[in-house]
Nanobody, 115 residues
Framework: QVRVVESGGGLVQAGGSLRLSCEASGSTSSLNGMGWWRQAPGKQREFVARISVPGVTVYAESVTGRFTISRDNAKNIAYLQMNSLKPEDTAVYYC?????????WGQGTQVTVSS
């Protein structure tokens, strides 16, 4: 079992920055990919970014060039640096971790971008 806890959300003005953190605890010996998803009110959850163990990254087109995902394998933490935030980035951001093929999700952290 893997416990996933996100942090770092908050309220920021358009153009600002936030850094989200995702910490895994518990059975962390076989963690694979770590990723971020988001869900805006009234919308489906959508993929944001993910990173493999060796550091290969994939981004959604909507955040490419503005968001950067990284991870610290020694600490089992993934980060999402979000720059040039837009009001449309407002959502609950969830971290998902692949542990031996099973996905574990956190409770989410709210990001609100004001115009």
């Amino acid at each position: 079992q893997v416990r996933v806890v996100e942090s770092g959300g908050g309220l920021v003005q358009a153009g600002g920055s936030l850094r989200l953190s995702c910490e895994a605890s518990g059975s962390t010996s076989s963690l694979n990919g770590m990723g971020w998803w988001r869900q805006a009110p009234g919308k489906q959850r959508e993929f944001v970014a993910r990173i493999s163990v060796p550091g290969v990254t994939v981004y959604a087109e909507s955040v490419t060039g503005r968001f950067t995902i990284s991870r610290d394998n020694a600490k089992n933490i993934a980060y999402l640096q979000m720059n040039s935030l837009k009001p449309e980035d407002t959502a609950v951001y969830y971290c998902a971790i692949d542990h031996s093929g099973a996905y574990f999700w956190g409770q989410g952290t709210q990001v609100t971008v004001s115009s």
